[in-house]
């Protein structure tokens, strides 16, 4: 009786996944979504190629420092990094007193030992990159109803990372004549700006490097804005993967390893049990 019963119940799970499946397929072929703006003008981001990209990749260490700069300088101002410690840059190059002096630059929430009361001191290296707005109600307030989003992860958090990144920093621009033409009511909203590698097409964020030359480079470099925008892309790859470049370096000897084991497992294999008969 169980047996008939789990049978039935089988078939019948079986008979309504085939209902939904069929029921919409037929809708997706009589009723297919509506064409949207955001269908028609969305793009993907551009290619980027990284030090750090493939599986014998490393970090540019140089390029990272760069790409911090254009965080401290320009990011910062909205978007937090609250999963990295200023100790974390010696990982870029920069020695103790340099994680100091930039420690020292931001103000981090304290509270004064006389009194219990909050406030706000120089940063130490032990500390982790600040909020730049006290509460959400401030964030939203300065950026046209939107809290900027932490940084810390995401490189990770969005889909083709880096290279998505580098194409939003650089991807503003004028609503094409197009986009008006064929949607007349997807023109930008007031306050927005229009980016076509955005989900929707526009987003609160003002472009935030402007122009060449906005930031000056210690070690010479060029500061054009893709340049500036593929090294704050670099730069958030290390933050959101610190140790990419040890999982590498340990990742190779232990394939070598295993590499290793299975042939030494397939000769112990025909030495000991290959000429034996079952």
């Given at each position: ?267 112990a294999y025909r030495n000991i049990w290959a000429d034996k008969k079952h």
């Amino acid at each position: 009786m169980i047996r008939i019963l789990s049978i039935l119940v089988g078939l019948f799970f079986t008979v309504a996944l085939a209902w939904s499946f069929g029921n919409g397929a037929y809708t997706a072929i009589t009723e297919p979504a509506p064409v949207t703006a955001e269908h028609e003008f969305h793009r993907l981001p551009k290619e980027l190629h990284l030090a750090s990209d493939g599986a014998f990749g490393r970090f540019d260490k140089q390029q990272l420092q760069r790409g911090f700069q254009v965080y401290k300088e320009v990011c910062s101002a909205c978007h937090s990094l609250r999963l990295v410690a200023f100790r974390d840059l010696k990982q870029l190059g920069y020695n103790d007193d340099e994680v100091k002096a930039i420690a020292a630059g931001f103000n981090v929430p304290g509270i004064d030992p006389n009194t219990g009361e909050t406030n706000t001191r120089p940063g130490l290296a032990t500390d982790y990159f600040p909020k730049p707005f006290a509460n959400d109600i401030a964030a939203r307030a300065a950026n046209n109803n939107a809290v900027p989003p932490d940084l810390s992860l995401m490189t990770k958090a969005r889909h083709d990372g880096a290279a998505y990144i580098h194409s939003l920093l650089t991807g503003y621009q004028n609503q094409p004549a197009e986009l008006l033409k064929h949607f007349p009511d997807a023109k930008t909203p007031q306050g927005l700006h229009y980016n076509p590698y955005f989900a929707n097409l526009n987003l609160a964020m003002a472009p935030p490097l402007t122009s060449d030359g906005q930031v000056t480079y210690k070690d010479g470099t060029k500061s054009t804005v893709d340049q500036m925008a593929t090294d704050v892309a670099a730069f958030l790859v290390w933050t959101a993967e610190p140790k990419l470049d040890k999982r590498k370096q340990t990742g190779w000897p232990v394939l070598g390893f295993l590499l290793f084991a299975t042939i030494l497992g397939y000769l112990a294999y025909r030495n000991i049990w290959a000429d034996k008969k079952h």
